[in-house]
């Protein structure tokens, strides 16, 4: 998808942990951007320390080992309800009705069941990676300058926690489009027509005609 897809809202319960948790999912989709950012600049004095005196940033690709979960992982869930993730709707794209909903509810449930299996995996990894006692907390360090990698490893079940928030809402939000044939609080697959018209209007900002 070009861009965030259509997810309508009302006043109900499912509606209102919907635009709480979507706030939340976008504080977190900032830190991301901020830390793509931070990467940048780190990237440019580092560059220019380099050039111009001969003293590039010390351990820059350890710190880019710390910072890339940040960048890869912390946004997952905020992609994930404006419906951004790359997926095939060849079959999905021609249901209608009750028929797309029951098939976003199973595949949304099979990715449920794949980020439960990758919390435990990741909070695992985690836990070999912490400890109370050592210095720094840390049991392992970059090669470069000894950083603690318990941090960036610690926000992958962050990260996969809160997309798992997510799909439970979103499986929700599928269950009651089944039962009432009303969908809120999910992302809506749109014809090429209606997202050439919001991408239309989105560069214009302008109200696009279809």
Request: hydrophobic share 55%; proline share 4%.
């Amino acid at each position: 998808m070009a861009m965030k897809a259509a997810v309508r809202e009302d006043g109900s319960l499912l509606s209102r942990f919907d635009r709480a948790l979507y706030r939340l999912e976008g504080w977190i989709a900032l830190v991301s951007g901020l830390a793509v950012f931070g990467l940048m600049l780190l990237a440019v004095y580092s560059v220019g320390g380099r050039n111009m005196m001969n003293r590039p940033v010390s351990g820059y690709v350890d710190w880019i080992e710390i910072i890339m979960p940040l960048i890869a992982i912390l946004a997952v869930a905020y992609t994930q309800r404006d419906g951004g993730h790359i997926r095939m709707d060849i079959l999905i794209g021609r249901l209608e009705g009750r028929a797309l909903w029951v098939a976003e509810f199973v595949t949304t449930f099979l990715i449920l069941v794949l980020m439960i299996l990758l919390i435990w995996g990741s909070w695992s990894h985690f836990g070999r990676s912490f400890d109370w006692a050592a210095p720094n907390f840390s049991r392992d360090s970059t090669i470069d300058i000894g950083l603690p990698i318990w941090p960036a490893k610690l926000i992958v079940p962050v990260a996969f926690s809160v997309m798992a928030l997510r799909l439970v809402l979103q499986l929700w939000g599928y269950g009651r489009a089944i039962l009432t044939g009303k969908a809120v609080a999910v992302p809506l697959i749109e014809d090429v027509a209606t997202i050439a018209a919001r991408e239309a209007e989105a560069v214009s900002g302008e109200e696009a005609k279809p």
